[in-house]
């Protein structure tokens, strides 16, 4: 069977009809079983769906109709993607508690370090988990906010006031953190996070860091996940892989969305075929059945050089 080759021309006029209407489209010339799909979702989620469709040579027959169509978010990072038991971003945060709150964890010992945007979630993980230390960033200066959390701010003053008793001897100084932390959760975004997690890391590389995908996707390029060297977080190590192929110039956030628009593709080969989900390995994680929904497994991996 000839293999349908696609110009750049006809996929973007092919990007333009769908986009600009609730359309059909059907393809037949491929070995694999045709897929059936009828979403209601935004153009951007439309465009990633008939890009993934079209280049992995899917039979598939499309449709995007707002009345009759599956409804999916735009914003797919909270979205369940119709089939899963929670969206990859719930179920990141469900990984990372598995991981911070174990019984042998003291919950004292962890701090929760967030931004107001995640309010919601916060106040969820306070009924939870009350003893655990919360801190909102409050401060313009995040080396000012680093500094009080680790209490390393009253190092630096009785440094200075034993330096007054005799400027004529120099005093080599370095400042002891506090030693009652352990662990330190960011909810947080990327434009927060770049500047902080550093600073954090740099004056405490004796702590365990996590946080989720939402603190990476938004950087603009791969090479600024460097800045997150050492931090924990619920992502499978072929994203990572993918991403360095490919070494995208825009927001990682359009390469990640692109994965899970893969995995829901996957899935509907599979719920329309009637094969067994069990132990499936997707770009998100992986996943099996859980009656009516499929739960999804994520291994926790630290950044580090060798896997950027």
């Known amino acids: 069977m000839l293999k349908q080759k696609y110009s750049l021309t006809f996929f973007t006029v092919l990007l333009f009809f769908v986009l600009s209407s609730c359309v059909s489209i059907s393809t037949n010339n491929l070995k694999n079983k045709e897929i059936y799909i009828n979403y209601d979702t935004s153009n ?12 992995d040579q899917k039979r598939f027959n499309a449709v995007f109709n707002e009345e ?3 409804k999916i978010k735009n914003d797919l990072l909270s979205s369940n993607l119709l ?6 971003e719930k179920d990141q945060q469900i990984q990372i508690e598995k991981n911070l709150f174990k019984k042998e964890n003291n919950e004292e010992n962890t701090f929760v370090i967030y931004s107001k945007d995640f309010l919601s979630y916060i106040n969820e993980l306070r009924i939870n988990y009350p003893n655990v230390n919360y801190y909102e960033i409050n401060e313009k200066s995040y080396e000012l906010f680093s500094n009080k959390i680790l209490n390393i701010d009253s190092s630096i003053i009785r440094s200075k006031e034993i330096q007054k008793l005799d400027f004529g001897i120099e005093i ?11 662990r330190i959760y960011f909810v947080i975004s990327y434009s927060e996070a770049k500047s902080l997690i550093p600073i954090f890391i740099s004056n405490a590389l004796d702590v365990v860091y996590y946080g989720t995908s939402r603190i990476l996707i938004e950087a603009p390029n791969v090479k600024k996940i460097s800045d997150f060297e050492g931090l ?3 992502i499978p190590e072929e994203f990572f892989k993918i991403i360095s192929e490919k070494n995208p110039t825009n927001s990682l956030k359009q390469e990640y969305e692109k994965l899970l628009i893969s995995d829901l593709l996957v899935i509907e080969q599979y719920l329309q075929t009637n094969k067994k989900i069990k132990n499936l390995k997707l770009n998100s994680g992986y996943v099996s059945n859980n009656q009516s929904c499929l739960r ?6 630290q950044i580090k050089p060798e896997n950027i």
């Open 44 to 55: 951007k989620n439309k465009e990633y769906i008939i890009e993934n469709l079209l280049l």
């Open 68 to 70: 009759s169509g599956l």
């Open 232 to 234: 924990f977080i619920p």
């Open 296 to 301: 999804r497994d994520m291994p926790i991996l």
């Open 83 to 88: 089939y899963f038991c929670n969206s990859v």
């Open 172 to 182: 080599t100084h370095e400042p002891r953190r506090r030693q009652d932390l352990q």
